[in-house]
């Protein structure tokens, strides 16, 4: 079936915007070289035609591929990235470079994941080969040998003279895993057969995706010494299980084992209790423990109303500023301004994420999309609490913005997820409506 005239305005949509982030990438990086140079950058020209070239191979993956998708999450997508990239070349031009190159390898992604997956029903055929290789991924930094350390956290892989986060796939393939168990056990989950005073709960046999989420992020948390991820899955298998089921009781449960699970190990490890310490009490070392989360708020009171303009404020005098810290960056340079501006983006992408859930027809779809979109959600929720100091530091990244090749990657496969599921709705919908106008017709 040839895509439909409102297909092809979203496509053309879809482009006019991404040019436009394309734009305000180019305009901010050109405006950051300028501060240091009077002149020109010399490779500007070079700079843009692999910014355009990456966004169209994007886009004429979608035209091609998801013709009918959403029109917003790529540009959104692009926009992001864009003001990443701006912020990380402030910082370090080497890992500039590097962020360039993740981003190629994460289109090329984007682009192998619409090709690869024509139907989501697929995935949700080999749920249990899903959950295997994600329980795999997550495990992996555990295993000696191949797993590495580094800014105490165990999670790391090097193969060869590849290093990267295997988790990051984990949790795109765990919620495959989740959300096909999940609709195939809602109802059991949702209405429960055994009486406990005035509540029904289920068989003790079906909480089992529950009990291996709590398992795993303490697992997560423990051994890896990963405070963030831990706190990640586990509030995104517990958001998707509230979903499936609509009873409050699972969230409030979720949250009882999450934080039993954390005051143990509050009590057991010293990684854990530095981090709450230091939020609480950011001052009680400064020139230490707090020195990272001190500087991040002195950037966001230099950066005031409008900031201090690109290229003119101090964001290297923070700690691991182009990862962890890339928000506190954004705010020193461009203000309130730019972080609500970068905020309602990621409200804008979330949003747009939710709206492909609810308007899918079919269950596995519905509860895969709000799961995807549930964890760049949550994770934008984590990082920017902790730069903050809204919640205790966590460690995990921006999507789209920070640097980390692995992340990035991820994040360009859940984007494509989206826009297939989108797609597919949309699909639908119009193979549908002919039958719909015909029995209206008869009808009458």
């Avoid at 180019?26 to 300028?34: C, E, K």
């Avoid at 697929?122 to 295997?132: G, M, N, W």
């Avoid at 494509?416 to 009458?444: H, K, N, Q, Y």
């Amino acid at each position: 079936m040839s895509p439909s005239p409102l297909a092809r305005a979203r496509r053309t949509r879809e482009l006019g915007l991404g040019l436009l982030a394309v734009l305000l990438t180019a305009g901010g990086y050109v405006l950051t070289a300028l501060a240091e140079d009077p002149d020109m950058p010399a490779g500007i020209w070079g700079f843009l035609a692999v910014v355009v070239g990456l966004l169209l191979a994007a886009h004429l993956a979608v035209r091609r591929l998801a013709p009918r998708a959403d029109a917003t999450l790529l540009p959104l997508a692009a926009l992001l990235n864009g003001l990443g990239f701006v912020a990380i070349s402030r910082l370090d031009q080497d890992l500039a470079a590097a962020q360039a190159t993740w981003t190629a390898v994460g289109v090329g992604a984007f682009v192998a994941t619409l090709l690869l997956v024509r139907r989501t029903r697929v995935l949700e055929r080999y749920r249990y080969s899903f959950a295997l290789l994600g329980i795999v991924c997550l495990l992996a930094p555990l295993v000696p040998g191949i797993g590495r350390e580094v800014n105490g956290s165990r999670l790391w892989v090097r193969a060869g003279p590849l290093n990267f986060q295997p988790g990051e796939a984990a949790k795109v393939l765990l919620v495959v895993f989740f959300a096909a168990y999940l609709v195939e056990r809602r109802e059991l989950l949702a209405a429960g057969n055994r009486r406990l005073g005035r509540l029904m709960l289920p068989d003790p046999r079906h909480l089992g995706p529950l009990a291996l989420a709590w398992g795993v992020s303490m697992v997560v948390m423990i051994q890896e010494k990963d405070l963030g991820s831990s706190l990640l899955f586990f509030a995104v298998f517990a958001a998707m299980l509230y979903m499936a089921t609509n009873r409050a009781a699972y969230l409030l449960g979720g949250l009882v084992l999450f934080a039993a699970g954390a005051s143990i190990a509050y009590q057991l490890f010293d990684h854990v209790q530095v981090r709450v310490e230091t939020w609480l009490d950011p001052w009680a070392d400064p020139q230490g423990t707090g020195y990272q989360i001190l500087q991040s708020l002195f950037a966001f009171g230099t950066g005031g109303f409008a900031g201090t303009g690109l290229g003119l404020g101090s964001p290297d005098k923070i700690p691991n500023a182009a990862t962890d810290f890339v928000f506190a960056a954004v705010g020193e340079e461009l203000g309130l301004l730019g972080t609500v501006g970068m905020v309602i983006a990621f409200l804008l992408l979330v949003g747009s994420g939710y709206r492909i859930a609810v308007q899918a027809e079919r269950p596995f779809a519905k509860l895969f999309a709000a799961g995807l979109t549930t964890i760049v959600g949550v994770q934008t929720l984590l990082i920017l609490g902790g730069v903050t100091r809204l919640i205790p530091l966590t460690g995990i990244t921006l999507p789209f913005v920070s640097y980390g090749g692995s992340s990035l990657v991820a994040n360009f496969v859940i984007l494509a997820l989206l826009l297939r599921i989108s797609d597919e709705t949309a699909a639908d919908a119009e193979a549908e409506a002919p039958a719909a106008r015909a029995v209206s017709a008869v009808t009458r």
